[in-house]
């Protein structure tokens, strides 16, 4: 059916079309809108006036916020209804319920899932269609052609955000490059193209995602993922969160799915604390009852009794530090000890340059060195551990790590409003397993640039390559007063790092000669202590 309607009286027609056969099942709202542009020769800001709620048709110009389309909060419910003959925002709200029902947190925290800019998948483009699946995280490839989503135009590349807006683009459908988006068979008359039905949706982990039931969807609401992890840097977070809630689902052979839990033990242990105590004074607060999470570190620090608490996360964060570090030396490192002793003691003959350095060492010289925090490479292993940096706050051994803990442990507080022995017990065993986590893979992106950096004598920046690569994990919280266990699950991708070639192939080359004396730090190459290098 066509619905007509009076648009501004600048414009060429003298009403606005629409047939609800042009609209798609998936449909995002900005396909939709480009649709109605390209049919009655109007402009996102014509659409505005038409669409908005009354303060913003009021308006003389129109801001970001006016012309998002996440929720349509700046578009009149009714008036599009009207206009379209059906309504735009519950058609919007039921997708975004379907896609993102299972996060908690979507509305306050949408930009991890929800894409910024528009992604496309290009055949879909060229009928004229663009639906809010491109637009979630989860998904990278369409879920119609199984092609890969890209990002911005097709041609030029340049990003377009996820908005009501003509600022990026020179028409409906048509790029500031100049390249229209729509094919030359349906340009002359897209309309006939846009009354075909979009195909069944061909992934099945869409299809299963769209079609959990409530007890997965309750389930899948206590997962918790942190902020460094980007859901754009893996594209199968689809498949690894159904297969936490469906154990016959199947994921890619390339990765491996583990599951550790807490055991009933964990539940009944206890710290040596007034539970009376604890509850009167309430220190660790939920978010929504002070202004910002860390006020809670603050409130925390004010009291005493909780030092302890803060004591115990990171004593048992050092011993997991030490642990891993002693399974390195002791399981991969035995061939290259003496490896470890020429670079960390400065070894070399005298007259002579320093040796090669072996990329074995050198990874796990300077993986101690920015675990530890530690200034100078040639100090690693000599003090044992450094010293802790902030003892009278939340801090962990891994100093690397300890910005991600500290808003993991925001999640946790934020979820259980405060923290009892109880739960500090089950909070020490996660942060321990995550750590485990983040240390092997900090480990492994040493690892990886070892050669490159140890032939050219370089420290490495490391900073800017801290979560490369970092596999897919998620936390499950218990209910609140349950004997649920807490669960981590992790999905392990088989690392695919080209054999490490140490300069000392024998075992009489790894032995150090008595020529080989300890020389000055002085002595060191300038680029081993104060120059760092951009990875590439």
């Known amino acids: 059916m066509n619905l007509q309607h009076e648009v501004p009286k600048n414009k060429r027609n003298a009403t606005l079309n629409w047939n609800n056969d042009w609209f798609n099942s998936y449909e995002s709202p900005w396909g939709i809108f480009e649709k109605l542009k390209f049919t009655n020769f109007i402009d996102a800001n014509d659409i505005l006036r038409l669409f908005g709620v009354e303060k913003v048709r009021n308006l003389k110009s129109f801001g970001k916020t006016h012309r998002q389309l996440i929720h349509l909060n700046g578009l009149d419910e009714d008036i599009v209804e009207r206009f379209l003959g059906f309504s735009l925002h519950q058609h919007n709200n039921h997708l975004l319920q379907k896609l993102f029902q299972c996060f908690y947190n979507f509305n306050k925290s949408s930009s991890y899932y929800f894409r910024d800019d528009l992604f496309f998948c290009i ?34 590349r340049n990003p377009i955000p996820y908005l009501l807006s003509d600022q990026y683009t020179d028409g409906p459908f048509l790029c500031k490059c100049g390249n229209g988006w729509l094919t030359s068979e349906t340009t002359p008359n897209p309309t006939f193209s846009w009354k075909k039905p979009i195909a069944d949706i061909q992934s099945q982990a869409l299809n299963a995602w769209l079609n959990l039931d409530q007890s997965q969807i309750n389930r899948l609401n206590k997962c918790r993922f942190f902020s460094g992890i980007d859901l754009e840097d893996d594209s199968e977070v689809l498949e690894k969160l159904i297969s936490v809630v469906d154990s016959d ?40 009852q002070i202004n910002d999470v860390v006020d809670s570190w603050t409130l925390l620090n004010n009291n005493a009794k909780y030092q302890q608490h803060y004591d115990y996360i990171y004593n048992n964060s050092q011993k997991t530090v030490k642990a891993f570090a002693r399974h390195i030396r002791n399981t991969i490192y035995p061939e290259h000890r003496t490896c470890v002793k020429r670079l960390v003691r400065l070894l070399k003959e ?31 292993d000599r003090y044992g551990h450094a010293n802790r940096k902030y003892p009278y706050d939340l801090d962990v051994a891994s100093g690397l790590d300890r910005d991600f803990i500290k808003s993991f442990v925001d999640e946790w507080i934020d979820y259980y409003d405060y923290v009892r022995d109880k739960e500090l017990v089950g909070l020490n065993w996660i942060i321990n397993k995550i750590i485990s986590a983040l240390l092997s893979n900090h480990y492994m992106n040493w ?27 998620t936390v499950i919280f218990p209910s609140k007063d349950t004997e649920e266990p807490i669960e981590f699950h992790w999905w392990e991708k088989t690392n695919k790092y080209s054999t490490l070639l140490c300069p000392f192939p024998s075992q009489s080359k790894k032995r150090i000669s008595e020529k080989e004396l300890r020389q000055s730090k002085l002595s060191i190459p300038r680029n081993f202590y104060n120059k760092e290098v951009d990875m590439k």
């Open 350 to 380: 005298e007259n002579k340059s320093f040796p090669p350095i072996c990329p074995h060492a050198y990874a796990y010289v300077f993986w101690r060195k920015s675990i530890d925090e530690i200034d100078h490479f040639y100090e690693v």
């Open 249 to 288: 689902f199947k994921i890619s052979k390339e990765y491996t799915h583990h599951k550790i839990e807490t055991s009933n033990y964990i539940n009944s242990l206890k710290i040596d604390i007034n539970e009376n105590e604890l509850q009167n004074e309430n220190y660790l607060l939920k978010n929504s």
């Open 447 to 473: 690892l990886r640039i070892s050669t490159k950096y140890s032939e050219a004598r370089e420290e490495a920046n490391f900073r800017q390559y801290i979560y490369k690569d970092l596999a897919f994990f």
């Open 123 to 156: 055949d879909c483009l060229k009928t004229g269609y663009h639906s809010l699946f491109f637009q979630s995280k989860l998904i990278h490839f369409c879920p119609f052609h199984k092609l890969p989503l890209i990002q911005g135009c097709p041609y030029c």
